[in-house]
């Protein structure tokens, strides 16, 4: 076996601080322009002339900034992917014109990838791959992927042939620390502007890009997520993930099993398998929903690219094809606080309720603790009012007019509440954005709340059994109290006597009596309508279990009556 290393061609110190410029460059020139128009003429009296010309000002600005991505690659191609993905905040002039960015990178020539490949694996491509194609079937802006095929006592060990072969452009590495340089400048400057400041600490969401980016281009990194992320998925019949082959893969080059199927958003390829887009769209949904609610771990770049449906070759009843991923480098954590906020937050929207909705946004972090969010309340109520059970075919019907003045109402309550933006938040944006995206691909019609209630349903379901174990601590917890208390009395008023205080008042014996009998008969209360609560809550879902809880409530109930009559 030969080993092969050769040394990978670098850009010199000057090409790295020329690229940091024309970063830095960009960068001021359109935020002296923003400033300029958003904030000065407002100020002045020209308003109006900001207001006519900023459709135009944004599709400039994308289309420059759509070409240095492109020219520069790098993570300023991640950045602009994930402002295409944006569709809540960002005007559509902006997020069409950086849609392309998705799949538009050049790729680097082979011989390049073919170099690097071969010093990170210690040998020749030909004594490692029966085969490789020069021709690659992705080109990212931190990798590219290749198609090749694995020698025969591989395929005998692995029981894989094809593959793909997934290696990082030369020289990522340092131009991602200069890119995020460039961007940490970036992040103070805007930390200076009291527009973004009051929404967002800029600084600490450039330290969290950084982070995912250091993520994503450490390889083993990505294998590890990847069976982590299959091992959630292990018993569920509709997702599937590419095996990893261990002995072919270091931290920049990942050999996968060769997973290559239909394109989630490829309608026609779809139909022509025998599978309906519209069914697809609320499985890959509900799929994306057990992620972040229930799992707590999710792909953060579910862009059709990385999707595909692949038909089963002995198609069960309930799941003729499965959701199969690729692409495991930007994942996303939700802490188990997080979670609890957004479990929240989803049986809020699907109940369409605008007050339960805010609380949740709260719990979740994203307003901070001082906000005044009652106009909020009342905007989120009259947004799902008008809106609430409409799918996207619809909204697209409603009359312009009724949208704008939705948002003259409502734009100015929103805008001057203190946002905050929680740790990993902008990735579970992100992922929902694009999902929301590749479901409205699939179906036109698809309205997001259908697949919400039943999801939310569930949610609903589990966290009564939460209520029944909480009231049930609870009612155990007073049941011991209400036990220890009269011994505790006793032993006070023991040592009460004991002392050498004289306590010989027999009123405040009396009043020590009464107190005891009060506190019995108030917990017997309090275990009779926790027993009653949980019953009702319970016999939802098991009238047998339910219909047991309300009987036995009648136990501390009549106890309560006793306590209060014998000793009278």
Request: with cysteine; aromatic share 8%.
């Amino acid at each position: 076996m030969t080993s092969v290393r050769r040394k990978e061609p670098k850009p010199g110190a000057g090409q790295y601080r020329a690229r940091s410029r024309r970063i830095l460059r960009f960068a001021a020139w359109h935020l002296a322009v923003t400033w300029w128009f958003e904030l000065v003429l407002p100020r002045i009296g020209l308003g109006k002339i900001a207001e006519r010309n900023r459709a135009k000002r944004m599709r400039r600005f994308a289309q420059r900034f759509h070409d240095l991505a492109v020219e520069l690659g790098g993570l300023m191609i991640k950045v602009g992917q994930f402002m295409s993905s944006r569709l809540d905040v960002l005007p559509p002039e902006i997020t069409a014109e950086l849609e392309g960015l998705q799949d538009e990178v050049p790729p680097v020539p082979f011989a390049a990838i073919r170099d690097l490949a071969e010093a990170e694996l210690g040998a020749s491509l030909d004594t490692l791959f029966t085969s490789v194609d020069q021709t690659p079937i992705a080109a990212a802006s931190l990798g590219q992927a290749h198609r090749a095929w694995l020698r025969p006592d591989d395929v005998a060990d692995t029981g894989l042939s094809a593959v793909v072969l997934k290696v990082q452009r030369p020289g990522i590495d340092e131009i991602v620390e200069v890119d995020l340089a460039a961007l940490r400048k970036v992040g103070r400057w805007l930390s200076h502007v009291r527009l973004v400041s009051d929404r967002a600490n800029a600084p600490a969401l450039v330290e969290e890009f950084a982070k995912t980016s250091r993520e994503e281009i450490d390889y083993l990194n990505e294998a590890a997520n990847l069976e982590r992320f299959a091992a959630d998925f292990s018993s569920d019949d509709r997702v599937s993930t590419p095996a990893v082959v261990w002995e072919r893969t270091t931290r920049r080059v990942l050999t996968l099993e060769d997973v290559t199927a239909i394109k989630i958003t490829d309608s026609q390829g779809l139909q022509a398998a025998g599978i309906d887009p519209a069914k697809v769209a609320p499985v890959f949904a509900e799929i994306m929903f057990e992620q972040l609610f229930t799992n707590g771990f999710f792909h953060a770049d579910p862009h059709p690219g990385n999707i595909f449906i692949t038909p089963n070759l002995e198609p069960l009843p309930d799941h003729p094809w499965t959701v199969t991923f690729i692409d495991f480098g930007m994942m996303g954590e939700v802490s188990a606080k997080t979670r609890s906020g957004l479990r929240k937050l989803l049986i809020a929207a699907a109940g369409r309720d605008g007050k339960g909705l805010v609380a949740a946004i709260s719990d979740v972090g994203v307003l901070v603790p001082s906000a005044d969010t009652a106009a909020l309340e009342r905007a989120m109520t009259e947004l799902f009012a008008r809106f609430g059970g409409m799918g996207f075919a619809q909204l697209r019907d409603v009359d312009p007019h009724e949208f704008r003045d939705f948002a003259v109402e409502f734009g100015d309550v929103v805008r001057s509440l203190p946002f905050q933006l929680p740790e990993n938040f902008l990735l579970i944006i992100r992922a929902m954005s694009l999902t929301s995206g590749v479901c409205s691909s699939l179906d036109p019609r698809f309205n997001l709340w259908d697949s919400v209630e039943p999801f939310a349903s569930q949610l609903l379901r589990d966290e009564r059994g939460n209520l029944v174990r909480d009231v049930a601590k609870e009612a155990f917890d007073v049941a011991s109290l209400t036990l220890r208390l009269p011994k505790r009395m006793d032993a006070l008023l023991t040592r009460v006597e004991e002392s050498s205080l004289p306590v010989t008042n027999p009123r405040l014996e009396r009043q020590m009596a009464r107190l005891i009998r009060t506190t019995q008969r108030g917990a017997s209360v309090v275990v009779f309508a926790a027993l009653i609560v949980s019953g009702a809550v319970i016999r939802a879902d098991s009238q047998v279990m339910g219909n047991v809880l309300m009987f036995a409530s009648a136990i501390p109930l009549l106890h309560g009556l006793w306590v209060g009559r014998s000793r009278r």
